[in-house]
């Protein structure tokens, strides 16, 4: 079986198709995987693995916008920054198509072209991204919508946001299908799970039916595989390691890609100041933008670009981030209590579950860490249920092989 696999993002939205990527070469199959450029060397050294540049010049101008954004509503003005680059991405995607065929096309949603490929080349087309928001239940609402729930029928209806991007980027995905010589046009608010030929295309989720109970309503193309997480060799930079073998374990903070420059002074002195208050050792990620080491930073306090969160996240008492898919894997696979400040998208709803889940207390505002965030990483070192619970979350994440139910997965669709 020869799989295109093509995904976009940041460093921790590649990982899981990087490592899916590797499991499929292990299991004697053959992978093309179309990634940016810049993050090409996440793919594992596996005979059997063709990395082909795809979405470069996304994530170039993602990198140099999200910095600059002040708040969630002014992430709109990326969807027109990002038009010409989405056109290059879905070329891209397409060239790694023609220089390498494939059996079957795993496609995150962000990268349109996906379904269309899969058309042109009749083969099975197989959506995959780390959160459930394409399948609809009426368990919980659409979780880009952030609350718990609208009642049985409300959350159903609620799924029905996944046709905005048809909408959106319509005209785009009709000139992509008339390039590469297809007919028809897709409809404005056609049902992203549904194939051209009528038939329910398949959703393949890297997530724990451990943080997120699978819904009895899924229909049986619905696939909860498990996380997927790519092993690294990558030990903390021999600084940062010195640091951790100095003191007790640290808390790691850090919010990701979330710069939102405006808020950035503000976010690092809560930060700094909430670690004084609770006599906190501290290992503090910059992100893009969003915290900055300053010229006084305490000797408790380690600023660090980034690290691999699977090395790191072991070595600290407990973890406050994002809640990004990524960062929340992280933290629940490492077994540390987590503490979610969610800044938009998919975060609240990550900071919710795991709350639910008791790994730990209930998501924190961004706009409330001034005031909030030293009684908040307290109680989260302070919680024995928290760090127990964590625990046993982490036991159940390593027994249930993601990787592996993935590959059986993507073999019976192909069959």
């Known amino acids: 079986m020869r799989a295109l696999i093509m995904a976009f ?5 590649i990982q899981p198709y990087a490592a899916f990527a590797g499991a499929l070469a292990r299991a004697g199959h053959e992978v093309t995987l179309a990634i940016p450029a810049g993050l090409a060397h996440l793919a594992p050294d596996e005979p059997g693995i063709d990395v082909e540049p795809a979405g470069s010049e996304m994530l170039r101008l993602l990198q140099e916008v999200m910095p600059t954004l002040s708040g969630p509503r ?14 290059e991405q879905m070329d891209e995607t397409w060239r790694a198509a023609e220089a390498h065929g494939a059996d079957v096309v795993v496609h995150h949603p962000k990268c349109l072209a996906g379904p269309h490929i899969a058309e042109k080349l009749g083969v099975p087309g197989v959506m995959s991204l780390p959160l459930p928001l394409y399948p609809p239940t009426s368990a919980f609402p659409a979780p880009l919508f952030g609350v718990a729930s609208f009642g049985r029928r409300g959350n159903r209806a609620s799924y029905a946001l996944s046709r905005v991007a ?10 992509f299908r008339g390039s590469i010589g297809l007919d028809g046009s897709v409809k404005r608010l056609g049902d992203p799970l549904v194939n051209p030929d009528g038939s329910p295309m398949h959703v393949l989720s890297p997530y724990s039916r451990h943080v997120v109970p699978i819904p009895p309503d899924y229909p049986p193309t619905a696939h909860v595989a498990g996380y997927w997480f790519l092993e690294q060799d990558e030990d903390p ?21 979330m710069g939102f420059g405006k808020g950035a002074d ?13 006599g906190l050792r501290g290992v503090v990620a910059t992100g893009w933008g969003g915290i900055a080491p300053g010229e006084a930073v305490s000797k408790d ?4 670009d980034g690290a ?40 609240p709803f990550w900071g919710s579950r795991v709350h639910a889940i008791g790994a730990g207390p209930a998501p924190l505002a961004p706009a409330r860490l001034g005031r909030e965030l030293a009684g908040r990483l307290g109680q989260l070192v302070g919680t024995p ?20 139910r993935g590959v059986r997965v993507l073999e019976e669709i192909v069959g």
Not at 166 to 175: F, L, R, S, V
Not at 269 to 275: Q, T
Not at 301 to 304: G, K
């Open 166 to 175: 048809t909408a959106a980027y319509g005209g785009m995905i009709n000139d």
């Open 9 to 13: 993002g940041t460093r921790g939205d």
């Open 301 to 304: 306090v380690f600023v660090i």
């Open 237 to 257: 930079e021999p600084a940062l390691a010195d640091f951790l073998d100095a003191g007790d374990p640290p808390v790691y903070i850090g919010f990701g890609s």
């Open 308 to 347: 691999p969160h699977g090395r790191l996240f072991p070595r600290c008492a407990a973890v406050v981030h994002h809640g990004g898919a990524g960062s929340t894997a992280a933290g629940l696979r490492a077994g540390r209590p987590s503490l979610v400040v969610p800044f938009l998208g998919d975060q």
């Open 74 to 87: 002014d992430a709109l003005r990326t969807f027109g920054i990002m038009k010409r680059a989405m056109r």
């Open 266 to 278: 503000t976010r690092r002195e809560a930060v700094l100041s909430a670690l004084a208050e609770t």
């Open 385 to 404: 249920t928290y760090a127990r619970r964590a625990g046993e979350v982490a036991d159940l994440i390593a027994e249930e092989d993601g990787l592996a």
